[in-house]
């Protein structure tokens, strides 16, 4: 109890704010209430109004609630899917959600069809504020029952919305046909009627590996830039680079990861990537226990010179995982969990030369319990931590004000 | 009428192994899987004290993992004494897929754990603090309990070369 209360205490002065966030455990809480504390795998973003929205699933639905105080208080829950299906919903798979400019929403998850790694990719959109969705729809247009999984969203500049994720159906052609297919591929679609519809699916890939997130960043208005983990040979699972557009066509595909992680395993670890508002270029992170690098590592990857610059490891001690970068006013952050065989941290360091040097790491928040993935999300005025745990709920962290207090306890 | 009675019977005798089971969580039954919490770990490796064994870690949600546990139980099909321990890192809550898949593999009556505590990051910490949560992993214990890890599927030499006992290959 008297520990419980520490941690609160710690996470109170830390957000300073009067409130006391919700637990999903405590007593006065029911466990069945759907909440976005009692909820599993959030994903947020603001509004072009600065207002929060949160889409995370609990219990078979995918749910979209909103905040207008910076995630002290939150809308009741309304449900994205009518009929109750299996969102996958762990630390690679998760809801995503896009509110754009005008305020329409766009829903995507990953639907598990059964235990045996098959799944759908699902979207719904809402144009009336969030208050209805429409029935969800399946994206991946083969009609196969096998793996189409680990699904991201994004919106270009150019109102292009894209959906990218990890494929089996090439891998259940090869299976027919007698022949070896290591690992999944990577496919595409778009729309460019704000989610009314989507084209065809597009290959950008095959032999990509099985079971990670695909990162992705805006490369010009209209065009995508994605990162995934790819199988390099027989069994290196290293990083690959794509640049993608609305018609299709995948220009370029380059390695942008060597860290040689020979393995034919699943890491359940993907890469988190944007775009460098000083260079241009690509700020990179991700997880490898490779012959040549072990451990969470940052580098920034030129498509002009085809290459990775500024590799530096984040952390190499065996508990580090999962990074996540943003950049805000010109300021590059990366949030990541730290393992010190009792708690797991939530790290940030920054940079303010374009991922040349870094700082020294600074622990945002902690906790003894389990937690999800550490997130990053921005709106004009600031940066903030988006981090579901089982000990705090969910929290939204205003970075920039915690670096200040953090600073100032310092001096 | 029979019949109805020897249903009965049944469902007490289960009841019955169920609640020496939870008492005594030594004992297995059909449904053998065990809570994994921070002291399981200790308590496989007393379990196997002075002997050599095998501990593999696995998830449905991992396709080598599948690959490994194929063979796994081809193996053990064939050396039925080969002294194996499966820890899945899913939740306890979803055993169902976890039984379904070792039922495939005949791994259904091996000693099998799954993870019990959603602070996933302590769980993988107490088995070792060195490995990053890639599966499949396997570490081997000789009989003085030096640990052995490997990630990605086991191969026959590793198991060849790990176990003082002689193995038989299919």
Known sequence: ?411 | MKIKKAKILRKLMGNLIALISFAWPNLTIADNIRSFTFDSFSRIKSEFEGKEFLLGLWSVDCPPCLVELDMMGKILDLNPELPFVLISTDPIDTKEDAIEFLSDFNLENRESWMFADSFVERLRYSIDPNWYGELPRSYFFDRTHEMNSHSGIMSTELLENWFAQDITFP
Request: charged share 20%; glycine share 6%.
């Open chain 1, 1 to 411: 109890m008297y520990k419980k209360l520490l941690s609160l205490l710690i996470l109170q002065a830390a957000l300073m704010s009067p409130s006391l966030y919700a637990i999903c455990d405590s007593s006065d809480i029911d466990r069945d209430q759907v909440s976005i504390h009692c909820g599993n795998t959030p994903s947020a973003t603001f509004d072009a109004r600065g207002n929060l929205w949160v889409a995370f699933v609990q219990d078979e639905f995918v749910y979209v609630s909103q905040s207008q105080d910076l995630g002290k208080s939150f809308s009741d829950p309304v449900a994205v899917n009518s009929a109750a299906e299996d969102a996958e919903h762990n630390g690679e798979n998760r809801p995503k959600i896009i509110v754009d400019e005008r305020g329409l929403v766009f829903v995507s998850w990953t639907l598990k069809t059964s235990s045996r790694f098959t799944g759908e990719i699902r979207f719904s959109r809402s144009t009336d504020g969030g208050e209805n969705f429409e029935t969800p729809r399946t994206i991946n247009d083969d009609n196969l029952f096998t793996g189409h999984r680990f699904e991201s969203l994004f919106l270009a500049d150019s109102g292009h919305l894209y959906l990218t994720w990890v494929d089996k159906r090439d891998l259940e052609a090869s299976v027919e046909a007698g022949e070896d297919y290591v690992g999944a591929a990577i496919y595409y679609a778009v729309s460019d009627d704000d989610g009314a519809s989507f084209s065809q699916n597009y290959r950008v890939a095959n032999n990509s590996c099985e079971c990670c997130r695909i990162a992705i960043a805006p490369r010009g208005p209209e065009n995508i830039a994605i990162l995934w983990r790819q199988v390099f040979g027989e069994d290196v699972r290293d990083h690959a680079i794509a640049e993608l557009t609305p018609s299709g066509k995948t220009l370029t595909t380059n390695r942008a990861s060597y860290d040689q992680w020979h393995i034919n395993a699943c890491p359940h670890h993907g890469p988190t990537m944007v775009q460098s508002s000083l260079s241009g270029d690509y700020h990179m992170s991700w997880f490898t226990n490779g012959d040549l690098n072990q451990g969470i590592y940052y580098a920034r990857y030129s498509f002009d010179d085809e290459r990775s610059a500024s590799i530096f490891q984040v952390d190499g001690q065996p508990g580090a995982g999962h990074p996540f970068l943003s950049e805000h006013n010109e300021k590059l952050h990366l949030v990541w969990k730290g393992f010190n065989g009792r708690e797991t941290l939530l790290n940030l360091i920054t940079s303010e030369d374009d991922g040349a040097t870094w700082s020294e790491p600074t622990t945002l928040l902690k906790t003894n319990k389990g937690s999800d993935h550490p997130l990053l999300i921005q709106n004009s005025d600031s940066l903030f931590l988006s981090w579901h745990s089982d000990e705090f709920g969910y929290v939204l962290l205003d970075v920039n004000e915690n670096i200040r207090r953090l600073s100032n306890n310092e001096n």
